[in-house]
């Protein structure tokens, strides 16, 4: 069997499994149970992340063009825009991310959470209770 790598990006990792089989590293699997704390873009669909640029949507085949994003997610328990995100997008609205846009973006998210980074704005976000409409 094959010995498995260490990976220093996720980019890395995806491009290595693109092109391997698990099947070959069965042997150094283990069981593990953990916590997933997933971010999820509330603004929309969270895009799809890619290793290499391309000028064509995979999904569609429609041309890609630059855009900017802002990324909402919830960081432990409170609300984080990240404005600017490039990102791409297609005409029939699927959006897409470098990998090492995204690995940027975990970081800066992981740094908010250890508040090793100091926000360029807060915002004040009023809160209701659907029972108010009554």
Known sequence: ???LPEFKTIAEEVAFW???STADYWDESEIVHFDVDVYHNLLGDDPTILLEKSDYCP???QSLVHVSLEYLTQNHGHLVSVRD???YQCD???IYMMAETFDLLLDLLEKENQQRIIPVEILHVPVFHLQQSF
Request: proline share 7%.
């Open 59 to 61: 999904r569609c085949q």
């Open 85 to 87: 995100v490039p990102a």
């Open 18 to 20: 693109e092109s391997h």
């Open 1 to 3: 069997m094959s010995k």
């Open 92 to 94: 029939k609205g699927h």
